[in-house]
């Protein structure tokens, strides 16, 4: 009777998967997240849904669990009060930045504020040069007093320790954090070439004053989670998700919270690629619309985009450079704020404006019952039928029509003189817009052909928008996995424990022998494996993929190389050419090769259960069709009736043509009128567009 149980807490909603490890079978719950304090939802959820399917907590083997409070916490500075020991004369660093406008053309630039203000940096002499070398040493009473002025001054709880050329030698910060530790030992310590060896010391600083900043923050958190937990009963393994994609236990999300930045979002990008070799599509959209945002992940050969890059709380629209840059491996997506509790008003142009700025979970959409007096883009997709008020979150919560239409009318209605109907569609599709428009400058950034590939939607908002975007990107196919509304919980059981990490270290390609590549890696493998090893996982099963950050000699930024196994200097050369000519179209002639970062991912094996996992079980109802509902089609066809189907009682081969619902627990399918679905031998739902061919 072992089972894994995925939780991931969202801005609105937290989500909740059980899976059977033997049978595959899965059992999901939903329910609002709690701002105050995310852990109340995440374990009211797990005993709810534990106690409807009869589940004892002693049988959940590991808890795997993704959240936003890393994220939340940057944007809404919630993180502790953070001092910074830099190297003397460049306390400046984190206000220069890059010199970079991101907007020529705005005269009033705003850019994030450091985690760490100015008045809590303090300057140390000490000096380690480029190459490693000790040109001052450190003064372990400088130390001491610097961090006690921040102590008494200031009341610190979190100290960040960020040296020059510390990634080339980091003796002068460990030495640091060890005269810390013994003076003051409360205070949470990270050290630039622990949590990011890199050369770059604006990035390194940067994500490592962040690591600082959301110690305490996290440590608290998780400690009332396994307090909780262990209350309940819970004995099993409990697992965090990264950025990147991979589980990590408690200690090391402490110990590295920065990685914790985007770890739901994640898991659904997982998940989707995984779908997707199940059903023999390589080239995804995964597109995942919650209550708070809009994600969208690229998925080429089977794969999700990686990369090492990554901006939080960001000042201006979203806009890249306006946010603070992190060095940290992640899921490449883009990520806009339009979700169901976007809220919708009207500019000072007198233009309808929906989004950014959410309801959140409270007081949430006006049709929740909750205080709530804004139009969200919830309330529109009430008001426009595409949601049964009484069947919302399985009939658990009754969603108020007459006060969507409320909401609508004072905010959207009359200031625009248009009636209620014509404002709501006009939300939907405002929305619908956004999302596409930055959807396609995402592809095209990374030179992406979406027309040519499958969207897997997802999320409790995304199946209701996804047939509308997916016409606007020419995309020809859906596919709505079951359980859309939680596939980001359900992403987490089929993730298997990995870490990412890097290490700067420039070495000329001609100088590089066998022995010097395996050199190069050694040290960041044998952090990942020992990490691993604390994790419970054994040296046997542990995978090690190899990359090399590379560039021509006398250029500043690199391209990322991965490296199969047994590859010699002549192989990387070659590779790294055939992929310099992928990205810039050309390559120079004649020029040296440099490796500039050594990169490295370690993972453990799959769950056992992943090949077996069964995404529904068979009908739950005896009837398909459980009513009708008067939905807007569109600006041609205008309000229809049409069916609503139960999700869970459709069979395999079933065919539908819209325009219809098809609601399951935790989100709603909308069909757009001449598209049709069939359910696949998974339980799928495939959609194909009208006028379009796959």
């Known amino acids: 009777m072992a089972h894994r149980l995925g939780v991931d807490i969202g801005g609105t909603f937290t989500d909740f998967a059980l899976v059977d490890n033997d049978s595959g079978e899965l059992s999901t719950h939903k329910q609002l997240t709690t701002p105050s304090d995310p852990s ?74 450091p985690v760490v203000p100015r008045d809590l940096r303090a300057e140390l002499s000490e000096r380690i040069l480029f190459d490693g070398q000790v040109e001052t040493p450190l003064n372990e009473k400088e130390v001491q007093a610097a961090v006690a002025h921040l102590v008494s001054a200031h009341g610190i709880e979190a100290l960040a320790i960020c040296f020059l050329h510390a990634y080339a030698n980091p003796d002068h910060e460990n030495q640091a954090r060890d005269t810390v530790a013994k003076a003051f030992p409360d205070l949470h310590v990270s050290t630039s070439s622990d949590v990011l060896p890199f050369m770059r010391e604006y990035e390194r600083w940067s994500t490592t004053t962040i690591n600082a900043y959301v110690r305490p923050l996290t440590d608290r958190y998780l400690e009332r989670l396994e307090t909780g937990l262990s209350t309940m009963g819970f004995d099993g393994r409990f697992l965090v998700m990264t950025s990147s994609g991979g589980m990590v236990t408690p200690e090391i999300a402490r110990r590295y919270p920065v990685r914790l930045i985007e770890s739901g979002p994640a898991a659904g990008a997982l998940m989707a690629a995984n779908l997707g070799q199940r059903i023999g599509e390589p080239n995804l959209l995964a597109f995942d619309m919650g209550g708070t945002t809009a994600k969208g992940a690229l998925i080429r050969n089977g794969r999700p985009l990686r990369r090492y890059e990554f901006e939080v709380a960001r000042e201006h629209d979203f806009k890249q450079g306006s946010g603070l840059p992190l060095r940290i491996p992640v899921i490449d997506m883009i990520e806009i704020g339009a979700g169901g509790g976007s809220i919708a008003n009207v500019d000072e142009r007198n233009l309808l404006a929906v989004g950014p ?53 004072r905010n959207v209605t009359e200031p625009l003189r248009v009636d209620t109907i014509r404002a709501a569609w006009g939300v939907h599709e405002v929305i619908n817009e956004d ?27 995304g199946p209701a928008h996804a047939i509308r975007i997916a016409r606007k990107l020419r995309i020809p196919k859906v596919v709505f996995p079951v359980g859309a509304g939680v596939m980001s919980a359900i992403g987490l059981l089929m993730t298997p424990i990995s870490y990412a990490t890097l290490r700067s270290g420039r070495v000329n390609l001609e100088e590089l022998d066998a022995d010097g590549l395996d050199a190069g890696f050694n040290l960041v493998e044998r952090q990942a494996r020992c990490l691993l090893a604390e994790a419970g996982i054994d040296d046997a099963q542990i995978q090690i993929d190899r990359r090399l950050d590379m560039r021509y000699c006398g ?16 192989g990387i050369a070659d590779l790294f050419r055939e992929t310099y000519a992928k990205i810039f179209a050309a390559t120079p002639i004649d020029t040296g090769i440099e490796i500039v970062n050594w990169k490295v991912e370690a993972t453990g094996p799959e769950p056992e259960f992943a090949d077996r996992y069964r995404p529904f079980s068979g009908a739950l109802t005896s009837q398909d069709q459980v009513g009708e509902a008067s939905i807007f089609c569109d600006d041609a066809t205008g309000l229809a009736n049409c069916p609503v189907y139960d999700r869970y009682a459709l069979d395999q081969g079933q065919c539908i043509t819209g325009p219809a619902l098809v609601q399951e627990n935790e989100a709603t399918t909308v069909l757009s009128v001449g598209d049709t679905i069939e359910v696949d031998d998974m339980g799928n739902l495939i959609a194909t567009l009208a006028g379009e061919t796959s």
Do not use: W
């Open 40 to 113: 109340l939802s995440v374990l009211t959820g797990i005993a709810a849904l534990l106690s409807r399917t009869s589940v004892d907590i002693s049988d959940v083997t590991v808890l795997s669990h993704g959240t936003t409070l890393v994220t939340n916490a940057v944007i809404e500075r919630r993180g502790a009060t953070t001092g910074m020991l830099v190297t003397r004369g460049f306390r400046d660093v984190l206000d220069i930045a890059m010199e970079r406008r991101y907007d020529l053309f705005d005269l009033r630039l705003g850019f994030a504020e």
């Open 357 to 409: 700025k959410s309801a959140g979970a409270e007081p949430g959409p006006a049709c929740y019952n909750q205080g709530g007096d804004n139009a969200t883009l919830t309330d529109a997709n009430l008001t426009l039928g595409y949601l049964v008020p009484e069947a919302f979150l399985g009939g658990n919560m009754i969603l108020d029509s007459e006060a969507a239409h409320h909401a609508i009318d």
């Open 435 to 461: 999302v596409a428009r930055a959807f396609r400058t995402h592809a095209a950034e990374i030179g992406f052909d979406y027309r040519r590939c499958t969207m897997i939607a997802f999320g409790g908002s």
């Open 555 to 570: 250029q500043g930024h690199e391209v990322e190389v991965p490296l199969p196994p047994g590859i010699d200097r002549n």
